[in-house]
């Protein structure tokens, strides 16, 4: 069995009082959580996830509304669960160097003589790791000039679960999905207009590209969580904070 607990399913900007993003997965390798926003230790108490299960992290990219968490959970690592075994955290080249400067700017003093051991993964872009028990499949997304964004694709034990991470349309998507018995794809506008992010109207428009078991939409802004759940053509679940998909 599978089980996938949405923390977050807003945009960056927490739009209609939702967290940002992160998705608590459980499965016969453990549990892990993809991304971890700023809201995401905050939701995760909310919602009775027990921190002390969590092995680690894959991170899609490493813009602040999906690492944002990162200085909070390191403490509540160190303090509040005085924990012991190593904590994997996976994501695209560059996460080691950014998350330990996002840290050493935020609680400097914690990163010293650290009761366990962080391990790091950084994807191959475009291309397949083992990580913590699963495989992860990663293609670069369509989202910032500036840095590695990454849609991934996370083979586990039973079930196949894609993220989009932000990004905008490209087939290359369609592609990393096929097959997926749940894709949670970010939507967070009505219409198209911006490169690097989905709206309703695309994926409405290439829906029958995205041969999926299951697609849930999520990253949602106000106005386009009103529209997915107006539009039948869409095909999805709409994403919303304490959602539990299970795959068995």
């Known amino acids: 069995m599978t089980r996938l607990l949405c923390l977050g399913t807003a945009d960056a900007f927490a739009h209609g009082a939702r967290g940002n993003a992160c998705y ?14 700023p809201t995401a230790l905050m939701q995760a108490r909310r919602f009775g996830c027990d921190l002390a299960r969590l092995d ?43 998350v330990e400067a996002l840290w050493a700017a935020t609680f ?35 989202h910032d000039r500036l840095a590695v964004a990454t849609s991934l694709r996370i083979d586990g034990p039973r079930h196949r679960l894609a993220f989009s991470g932000d990004t905008g349309w490209q087939p290359e998507l369609a592609a990393l999905v096929q097959g997926a018995d749940l894709f949670v794809c970010e939507c967070s506008g009505v219409d198209t207009g911006y490169w690097g992010h989905l709206s309703v109207a695309e994926l409405v428009q290439h829906r029958d590209e995205l041969q999926v078991g299951r697609l849930v939409v999520s990253h949602l802004s106000v106005e386009s969580r009103a529209a997915a759940h107006r539009t039948a053509a869409l095909r999805a679940t709409v994403a919303d904070d304490g959602l539990v998909l299970t795959l068995r």
């Open 56 to 98: 680690g992290l894959y991170l899609t990219h490493l813009h602040g509304d999906h690492i944002g968490g990162l200085p909070v959970l390191l403490v509540e690592l160190v303090y509040g669960q005085k924990r012991t075994r190593p904590f994997t955290i996976a994501g695209p080249p560059g996460t080691q160097a950014r």
């Open 24 to 37: 608590w997965i459980e499965d016969a390798a453990g549990v892990v959580a993809v991304d971890f926003g």
């Open 108 to 142: 400097p003093s914690v990163l010293e003589g650290l009761p366990f051991e962080f391990r790091w993964l950084e994807w191959d872009v475009p291309g397949a790791v083992p990580a913590l028990g699963r495989t992860v499949h990663a293609i670069q997304a369509r």
